[in-house]
């Protein structure tokens, strides 16, 4: 029997340590005391969401904590029964083991621990740009140089991978690592099948080794399927280290707790020796239990109802924008919550600035992130994973006091 659950009441999240409604700045942009008065704030920057989680994830803690210590421990088989059923159902891995899985204190850092083991410091480092903003900062802060490869839009709109320009760029600068991200943040985009072959064909000519961020592949709008990029050729398997977590699905960064899969025991070896240098590399018992509840039936169904409620939002967002928005360019999202606005066209018929724009939607309560720290120079990144109702709202103040008219008007 499918359970029924709640994606239309907005939570109260203020003093409940969550970052996107108490921070006084959203990814630099500063919020406190910039809303005008009448407008209360509508959070769509950072990416966690504005759901209350699963049910049966509250209910694995909540039976854990009634025992009354929490001493040292190791992982429960029950933790690996769970995350081998759920790549079964979810990915259609079916030769998963407990020897391949291994825990990372959170994807970013799984990412560094992978880079030291394939790569030299000050080494270089393919990566798509677009890019997420924590590659650009765990790369820098770590002593690794970023070589960009940009995605291109096809003439549907389309983003793709430039495979012309990411071998002129690996042969340059003599690359043998490069981070994934499937699906793409900040794009939305699901790759297919052949786009990860040929991608995994031309890391085996050069000897590259990936490092896969697949932490939104539960995340999926409409008929769109995930590819785990160790799937698509036995080389892929044995070169790639992938990264994944419950904690985009289910709403729970706050708890810590993220997991690698890796095949070859060559590199599963090192990795889990450089991820145990630091001594903080460890799992707290109650991430544990929040896994496994979340890892279940009742997840499943929560999962699928949030998809609905997502490709709703983003159905209409884009819809919005293509009738409503002139000059502001959107792809539809395959995947993740999160839209990504291309102002140019709005920017330069309006002579304005990306900054001024980013003040205007704040001004009016519509905290969004600034597309430029993802190296998309006009562009504007947008979190929907938030009941309808207030993202409908969110547009309407765009349309009304942002992108065709202004609070200056109004008064």
């Avoid at 700045?25 to 809303?35: F, H, I, K």
């Avoid at 995605?151 to 994934?180: C, N």
């Avoid at 704040?362 to 562009?379: A, K, M, N, S, Y």
Wanted: net charge negative.
């Amino acid at each position: 029997m499918r359970m029924d659950f709640d994606f239309e009441t907005m939570m109260e999240r203020h003093g409940m340590d969550a970052m996107a409604v108490d921070a006084p700045t959203a990814g630099g942009l500063q919020v406190e005391g910039r809303v005008a008065e009448g407008f209360d704030r509508i959070p769509m920057w950072v990416a966690d969401m504005n759901f209350p989680t699963a049910p049966s994830i509250q209910q694995a803690m909540a039976e854990r904590i009634k025992h009354p210590a929490f001493g040292y421990f190791e992982p429960r088989q029950a933790y690996y029964d769970a995350i081998i059923r759920w790549q079964e159902a979810q990915n259609r891995v079916h030769d998963l083991t407990k020897e391949d899985i291994g825990y990372e204190n959170g994807v970013l850092g799984g990412v560094v621990s992978a880079l030291r083991v394939l790569c030299e410091q000050g080494g270089e480092v393919l990566v798509h740009t677009p890019v997420y903003i924590g590659f650009r900062y765990l790369l820098h802060q770590n002593g690794f140089h970023m070589v960009e490869s940009p995605l291109q839009k096809d003439q549907d709109g389309v983003w793709r991978m430039d495979l012309l320009d990411m071998e002129e760029k690996i042969r340059e600068h003599s690359i043998h690592a490069a981070i994934f991200c499937s699906p793409h943040n900040p794009t939305g985009r699901v790759w297919e099948p052949e786009e990860i072959k040929e991608m995994m064909a031309l890391f085996q000519k050069y000897d590259v080794y990936v490092i896969s961020d697949e932490i939104w592949s539960d995340l999926l709008l409409g008929d769109h399927i995930h590819i785990p990029t160790q799937s698509v050729s036995q080389d892929a398997r044995e070169r790639t280290v992938a990264l994944y977590a419950p904690s985009k699905t289910f709403n729970l960064a706050g708890l810590i707790g993220s997991y690698h899969i890796i095949y070859n025991k060559y590199l599963r070896d090192r990795i889990v020796r450089q991820s145990s240098l630091c001594c903080y590399n460890s799992m707290n018992v109650l991430s544990q239990h929040a896994l496994i509840g979340a890892y279940s039936e009742v997840g499943h169904q929560w999962l699928c109802a949030l998809r609905e409620v997502l490709a709703r939002n983003a159905e209409f967002a884009v819809h919005f924008c293509r009738e409503q928005l002139p000059g502001v360019e959107v792809t539809a999202p395959e995947g993740t919550y999160m839209l990504f606005l291309d102002c140019a066209g709005w920017l330069a018929a309006h002579g304005e600035t990306l900054d001024h724009l980013l003040e205007k939607g704040i001004r009016v309560g519509v905290i969004w992130q600034d597309g430029r720290l993802f190296r998309g120079e006009t562009h504007i990144r947008m979190n929907l994973a938030l009941p309808t109702h207030r993202v409908e709202e969110a547009f309407r103040r765009l349309d009304r006091y942002v992108f065709n008219g202004s609070l200056s008007e109004e008064g």
